[in-house]
């Protein structure tokens, strides 16, 4: 019984060995082909991957360059470094150099870093979060504007429940209405940032001065009364 065992065992290996070796001759060119491709694959793969190391390595380096520049005063300097790298640099540092430069714009004329930052916000390429971030910049700039009132619609749109940056832009929505003495308007911004649970500890605390300023209403300066004017001095003959 034994020896049948093995003897079957030692044909079923002679059939597989059979079997490699036919598929091998039929098909050992598609085989080899496969087989350099996915060397050939892997190598490229390594290759992206460390040309796309450096290249963010070296926009690192560019745009930390491109920020001293700005810090120095150097505006012209860093715009045409903030442009290179806008051309030429790897999509996240792209980014990044574009919002740099509508910051730096936005230093020099108000008007001109809105419209960059518009821009922005209208790149479909971006994200919605990155694009939202455009939209609160844009506004808060507009803010101090003679007509403010395209920055406040803008940051109403950013203030609703899901977005992104609604505790940014209920706060400056309630400080605006605050300023403008519409004590009801700020009130019902400040309750939204208090009720939100995701609200940061720092902007509660700055809600609890927001609202007692709130409740405490339109001072009303009420005009002291006029002091009685002096007796003349007696007249001495």
């Given at each position: 019984?034994?020896?049948?065992?093995?003897?079957i065992?030692e044909?079923?290996?002679?059939?597989r060995?059979d079997?490699?070796a036919?598929?091998w001759?039929r098909?050992s060119?598609?085989?080899?082909?496969?087989?350099?491709?996915?060397?050939?694959?892997?190598g490229?793969?390594r290759?992206?991957q460390?040309?796309?190391?450096?290249?963010a390595?070296?926009?690192s380096?560019k745009?930390?360059a491109?920020?001293?520049l700005?810090k120095d005063g150097?505006?012209a300097?860093?715009?045409?470094?903030f442009e290179?790298?806008e051309?030429?640099?790897?999509?996240?540092y792209?980014m990044?150099?574009?919002?740099r430069s509508a910051?730096?714009?936005?230093?020099r004329?108000?008007t001109?870093?809105?419209?960059?930052?518009?821009?922005?916000?209208a790149?479909?390429?971006?994200?919605?979060?990155?694009?939202?971030l455009?939209?609160?910049?844009a506004?808060l700039?507009?803010?101090d504007q003679p007509n403010?009132?395209?920055?406040l619609?803008?940051l109403?749109?950013?203030?609703?429940?899901?977005?992104?940056?609604?505790?940014t832009?209920r706060e400056m929505?309630?400080?605006?209405?605050?300023?403008?003495g519409?004590?009801?308007a700020?009130?019902?911004?400040?309750?939204?940032?208090?009720?939100?649970?995701?609200t940061?500890?720092?902007?509660?605390?700055?809600?609890?001065v927001?609202?007692?300023?709130?409740?405490?209403?339109?001072v009303?300066?009420t005009?002291?009364?006029?002091?009685?004017?002096?007796?003349p001095?007696?007249?001495t003959r």
């Amino acid at each position: 019984m034994a020896e049948n065992n093995e003897f079957i065992r030692e044909v079923n290996e002679d059939y597989r060995r059979d079997q490699v070796a036919q598929i091998w001759k039929r098909y050992s060119g598609l085989i080899v082909a496969v087989a350099i491709l996915v060397v050939a694959g892997v190598g490229g793969y390594r290759y992206w991957q460390h040309d796309q190391r450096v290249r963010a390595e070296a926009a690192s380096e560019k745009f930390e360059a491109a920020n001293r520049l700005a810090k120095d005063g150097k505006g012209a300097e860093a715009d045409k470094a903030f442009e290179a790298l806008e051309a030429e640099a790897p999509g996240g540092y792209r980014m990044l150099a574009r919002f740099r430069s509508a910051t730096e714009t936005a230093k020099r004329d108000a008007t001109a870093g809105a419209a960059e930052y518009d821009a922005l916000a209208a790149d479909t390429k971006l994200n919605d979060g990155l694009r939202d971030l455009a939209r609160l910049r844009a506004a808060l700039i507009r803010l101090d504007q003679p007509n403010p009132d395209p920055a406040l619609a803008s940051l109403q749109g950013l203030a609703a429940p899901a977005g992104a940056f609604r505790h940014t832009a209920r706060e400056m929505l309630g400080l605006v209405a605050l300023k403008r003495g519409e004590y009801d308007a700020a009130g019902r911004w400040f309750d939204q940032i208090i009720s939100d649970p995701q609200t940061p500890a720092n902007l509660r605390q700055r809600i609890e001065v927001y609202a007692a300023l709130v409740a405490g209403g339109p001072v009303t300066v009420t005009a002291a009364p006029a002091p009685e004017p002096a007796a003349p001095p007696p007249v001495t003959r």
